[in-house]
């Protein structure tokens, strides 16, 4: 008995083998429309809500109790004014990530400009020492959108395969032997 045999890939790989051009292509051209059609739906969900990025996963402790790590968030950013205990998702200067804090104090100008501060419910101080360096309020071009819903934890596999970079090529490969072992 080989080593394919006890590792039971002998069949994958007489299969790999027997696979043709079309088939391949066929394999290629599905994987292709999958992809496609995920880039659509997301570019739908942000006409919809409005938000340059309608799905985000808490990645910290800092909301607790009210959103835990791995909690995917969903999005909108219309037009209305924010408002003091909403939750917003935020995006400061010169950081790619964004953070989920609620707003706890608003300062409103005389022009009308709304500015507020923000603060995650699970920390003892406000988030000015996250902001941008001179920067005390956001305004509404920090926001990528206001938190409308939640999935608890379905986000956690997001932070895995960022934590461990070698979980997701694990995933990726096992998605590709099913895909090869499943094949009509």
Known sequence: MGMMDSLGLSGLAGGLQ??????????MLSFGMIVSSALMIWKGLMVVTGSESPIVVVLSGSMEPAFHRGDLLFLTNQDEPVRVGEIVVFK????????????????????????FLTKGDNNSVDDRGLYAPGQLWLTKKDIVG??????????????????????????????ALYVLVHRE
């Open 146 to 175: 206001r938190a409308r819903g939640f999935l608890p934890y379905v986000g956690m596999i997001t932070i895995y395969m960022n934590e461990y970079p070698k979980l997701k090529y694990g995933i990726l490969g096992l998605l």
């Open 92 to 115: 400061i200067e010169g950081r790619d990530i964004p953070i989920v804090h609620r707003v706890i104090k608003l300062h409103e100008k005389k022009n009308g400009t709304v500015k």
């Open 18 to 27: 027997r696979m043709d051009k079309r088939q391949f292509l066929f394999q």
